[in-house]
DNA sequence: GTTCAACCTATTTTCTTGATAGGTTTTTCG
DNA sequence: CGAAAAACCTATCAAGAAAATAGGTTGAAC
């Protein structure tokens, strides 16, 4: 599966992050409750997202998580990309695999990388205002299709 | 991973059958080695190809596997639907997944189902004659940047 | 009737992911 | 100060999927 549960919360959480980002910090507990996910594995979720600097947390009472820049300034690529680790279609694209000995000859590798780079343009375009409204650009729009 | 070793097992699988059909029925055996894949595990992903009627087989002496059409018939999409069970991004979308409780609610679950149509767009558009030569169309052309 | 090759079923092994558990630090506030 | 609230950290378990292997049966050709 491309997109894990990891990363499927991972984008409940920054949409949640996001439409209660006027009450200051927000403690996990209440994203948690909010979106039915059990805290303790939110927990690992967010740390990833913490540590690359998408979200903040601020420790004791009062404290939680907030965004660090404004909605628009984040795309659903980079937080799933974070979130799942990779969005690399195949094993052998992911960042860090051992280079494959077909390497050169391999016929498909550009096909795969192909859609690797789709991906990213059109989740790219993706941001979380949008995520939010539910209003974005199509796959048929994108293609071009329609436009 | 979206694309499972099937998958592209799958592709290198029908690209060879391509390559070769000029030789009438061609043994698993002779796939397997030109490939450097187990054969037996090659037969596992062979045998879903031809439940599915993308290739035929003929037993006995003188028998083999072979494509039931011609190359241009068949796209990326339908061989790797084949192969590796589904190309949904997540599991939510998987054909016969129960439908899940957030279903009315979910907000992401129209990103999911735009990634998943825009995969077919572009992989339903690449045919194997243009695996076997390695000239399809581009995720940027795709995308309409540069047509 | 032997050989070749598809076809079938089961099992094992390996790995990833999902999920839980139990703690420690840090901060606020009474 | 000390209790409560919250992030943060590390380890482990459980479940499932995917990769791969094993050992056969059936059918066709020569």
Redesign the pocket.
Known sequence: ?LI???GRYAIRVMIDLAENRQSGY????DVAERQQI?E??L??I??LL??AGLV??????????RLTREPEEYTAWEILNVAN?TMAPVACLKDGAPECDRHDICKSLSLYENIYELMELYLGEITLPQLVSGEFTTAEEFAGKKL
Chains 1, 2 share one sequence.
């Open positions: 599966m894990s549960t990891k927000v403690p996990l507990r059990s303790k594995y927990e690992s967010i740390s913490s540590k903040e947390g601020i420790r004791g009472k009062g404290g939680g998580y680790g």
